[in-house]
């Protein structure tokens, strides 16, 4: 029985987006990797619990070249039909209510506590560019304000210290790593930076809400933000919201 799709408010589907366009990088990854593409396609197929010919009928072929394709008696299929392919199991299962989609990604419904705003940028910014959009200053990094940004995520530092695992830390990235990272609810700094320092993968830069002035913030956060050449900044944006709605004017 099909489930109706989900409905979302805005921030919702922000992520819900990021999720999707993650979790598609990682399929086309795997298959364009894998020794026997055909034998992966099925895999993924078979995991979203999906008909050869309901996947087909999306693709807008027919099922006996899908069928030849994951049994290995067509060549490798290109880029083009790779994308075709994961975007229409991705679409089956979102108009299905996006089950897999959540199951594959690894998402929990807690991030929507941590995360309250999350973006790409369809062309890149320059960090120093953004600095005016969360009324930053520089503690540490001011030589790479020329570093691309890609995209930003607003986190709650609170929420994602009470409801966020530490797998899901991933999820902050949104679609990619070059992005620019504020924390807001911040005391001192020396907790988002201490999981900066641990986390594998690093955003292009940091900034800390919260504290009033520089005084504020923990000596340690600053020399973190060094030893892993993040830039670190302060934003002294009195209200979230106006860093918010600065950012994606940002991306206009």
Sequence with gaps: MTQ???????????IFDALKESLMNKIAAEITLSSNSGVTMKK???????????????????????SDY??????SPGIGFIRRFIK????????????????????ASTIHKAIID?????????????????????LW?????????????????????RYMESHEFIYIFGANSMR???FTGV??????????????????????????????????????AESIGVPLILSKCPEIDKIVSNLRRAGE
Excluded: C
């Design 4 to 14: 109706e799709p989900k409905r979302y408010d805005k921030n919702e589907r922000q």
């Design 44 to 66: 993924w197929r078979v995991l979203f619990e999906l008909k050869q010919s309901d996947v087909a009928r999306k693709m807008s072929i027919s099922p006996s070249v899908l």
């Design 70 to 75: 994951e049994k290995g008696k067509r060549r």
């Design 88 to 107: 229409s199991i991705i679409e089956l299962d979102e108009e299905r209510g996006g089950h897999n989609i959540y199951k594959f990604s690894g998402h």
């Design 118 to 138: 999350i973006s790409e940028y369809r062309v890149p910014r320059r960090l120093g560019d953004l600095l005016s959009a969360i009324e930053g200053t520089f």
């Design 141 to 161: 990094g001011n030589i790479k304000s020329d570093a691309e940004v890609y995209g930003y995520t607003v986190i709650d530092s609170l929420a994602a210290i």
């Design 180 to 182: 620019l990272l504020v």
């Design 187 to 224: 005391s001192t700094g020396r907790s988002p930076m201490i999981a900066a320092k641990v986390f594998p993968i690093k955003p292009t830069a940091i900034a800390l809400h919260g504290p009033k002035d520089e005084k504020e913030v923990d000596l340690l956060a600053i020399e973190l």
